[in-house]
Nanobody, 118 residues
Framework: QVQLVESGGGLVQAGGSLRLSCAAS????????MGWYRQRPGKERELVAT???????YYADSVKGRFTISGDNVKNTVNLQMDNLKPEATAVYYC????????????WGQGTQVTVSS
């Protein structure tokens, strides 16, 4: 079982930046990919960005050009650099990790709050 711990959330003004970090620990065989979801107030949880162990990335249309995901396969960490933040980015952000073999299951972090004031 993989444990994920997020950090870096907080309060920022619109137009500002935040960097979220997530570290995986525990009995890790191999992580296929990591990513970030978010849940905005009154909304369903949504995928924000992912990165595979090979470096492939995916971004939701709403964050393309402003968010950057990066990862370290050796340290089993993933970061999300969020620039030019908008108030609608206010949400709880969750780190996720998918382990090998495929189908093992997805691990979730406890979430970190990001609040963007207008």
């Amino acid at each position: 079982q993989v444990q994920l711990v997020e950090s870096g959330g907080g309060l920022v003004q619109a137009g500002g930046s935040l960097r979220l970090s997530c570290a995986a620990s525990g009995s890790i065989k191999r992580i296929l990919g990591m990513g970030w979801y978010r849940q905005r107030p009154g909304k369903e949880r949504e995928l924000v960005a992912t990165i595979t162990s090979g470096g492939g990335t995916y971004y939701a249309d709403s964050v393309k050009g402003r968010f950057t995901i990066s990862g370290d396969n050796v340290k089993n960490t993933v970061n999300l650099q969020m620039d030019n933040l908008k108030p609608e980015a206010t949400a709880v952000y969750y780190c996720v990790a998918d382990e090998a073999p495929l189908g093992t299951g997805r691990s979730w972090g406890q979430g970190t709050q990001v609040t963007v004031s207008s």
